[in-house]
């Protein structure tokens, strides 16, 4: 268990329909960042937010945002789908800073678009 | 343009004997280089980290060389487990204050029995 969670673990919805993916991280990490990953893909980088701000933007469409609220939690909206945001959707969190730099993982959100 | 490439998308290997699996990478400024495993319908778990300032990180099984002039890194699992099972993503980080990882598109591990 790496501390981070996620909800839903599975989300179906048809095109057109907004959705809203939440994330915990790990107690005590500033940093959450999310990524996508397609069917046989590696995951790609989408956002990162740290305290409460944007901190790096990746390829994120513009139908999709996120924030990070004052308790840490973090939300990933994803509006106006289509049958190619079907993916699975980890989110991940580190410490504020230091050398190291691991992400530890949620168990991800399986959205599925009809 | 893939920064990070992992060419083998799969791999099987005899338990007990050694797994290499190999990752390359384009970009110089990469600083910090990680491999995660990821077994189906779950997360990707952090396996073990090397920085660009060392060239070896061993943690019990599983050893991490980075060879810079050939901009390659693998991870060496010795012995080799059922349980290692799973497919296996490198990822790199840039040498700046975001922590984001790019990672490679993984390899796929079958250890035998």
């Known amino acids: 268990d790496s501390g981070v969670t996620q909800t839903p673990k599975h989300l179906i919805t048809a095109t057109g329909q907004r959705v809203t993916l939440r994330c915990s991280p790990r107690?005590?990490?500033?940093?959450v960042y999310w990524y996508q990953q397609s069917l046989d893909q590696g995951l790609q980088f989408l956002i990162q937010y740290y305290n409460g701000e944007e901190r790096a933007k990746g390829n994120i469409l513009e139908r999709f945002s996120a924030q990070q609220f004052p308790d840490l939690h973090s939300e990933l909206n994803l509006s106006s789908l289509e049958l190619g945001d079907s993916a699975l959707y980890f989110c991940a969190s580190s410490a504020s800073s230091g050398l190291r730099k691991e992400q530890f993982f949620g168990p991800g959100t399986r959205l599925t678009v009809l | 343009d893939q920064q990070v490439k992992q060419n083998s998308p799969s791999l099987s290997v005899q338990e007990g004997r050694i797994s290499i699996l190999n990752c390359d990478y384009t970009?110089?400024?990469?600083?910090?280089f990680l491999w995660y495993k990821k077994y189906p319908a779950e997360g990707p778990t952090f396996l073990i980290s090397?920085?660009?300032?060392?060239d070896k990180n061993e943690d019990g099984r599983f050893t991490v060389f980075l060879n810079k002039s050939a901009k390659h890194l693998s991870l060496h699992i010795v012995p080799s487990q059922p349980g290692d099972s799973a497919v296996y993503f490198c990822a790199a980080s840039l040498s700046s204050n975001t922590g984001k990882l790019i990672f490679g598109q993984g390899t796929t591990l079958q250890v035998k029995p």
């Open positions: 107690s005590g990490d500033l940093s």
């Open positions: 970009n110089s400024m990469f600083d910090y």
């Open positions: 090397i920085s660009s300032i060392k």
